[in-house]
């Protein structure tokens, strides 16, 4: 069975380096963006099993990511799992179509959460 891949889409560079190496020691192929458009370029290209998306991006904000990489025909069903310390689950309700359990509040969820999280998913 082949590697399940993981994008992050995190523009702080500590929380993604750490995000990288969890997922590798759990053996997914691990992906990362720095920002959003980066992010919408390598989720289209590669096509990963699921996607973690944080809302505040240095370019573009992770909703226009969501909106982007849901206009592509693959994109319309990609799991997408947002990570955020700054919004409302309200605000994020209001911006994107996303189940409440696929929102996850920084630095409210462990790395085990995470994990489990990714592994219901996929």
Known sequence: MSKKTVLVIEDSS?????????LSMKDFNA????NGRE??????EQ?????LLD?????IDGYEVYRRIREDSWGK????????????TEN????IDLPSDRVLFKPDW????LLNKIEDII
């Open 14 to 22: 500590y929380l993604a380096e750490s995000l990288v190496d969890m």
């Open 31 to 34: 992906l990362v963006a720095p």
């Open 39 to 44: 992010g919408v370029s390598i989720a289209v």
């Open 47 to 51: 096509k990963p099993d699921l996607i």
């Open 55 to 59: 809302i505040r991006l240095p370019d």
């Open 77 to 88: 069903k990609a799991n997408i799992v947002v990570l955020t310390a700054s919004e409302s």
């Open 92 to 95: 994020i309700s209001k911006n």
């Open 110 to 113: 462990s790395v085990k959460d």
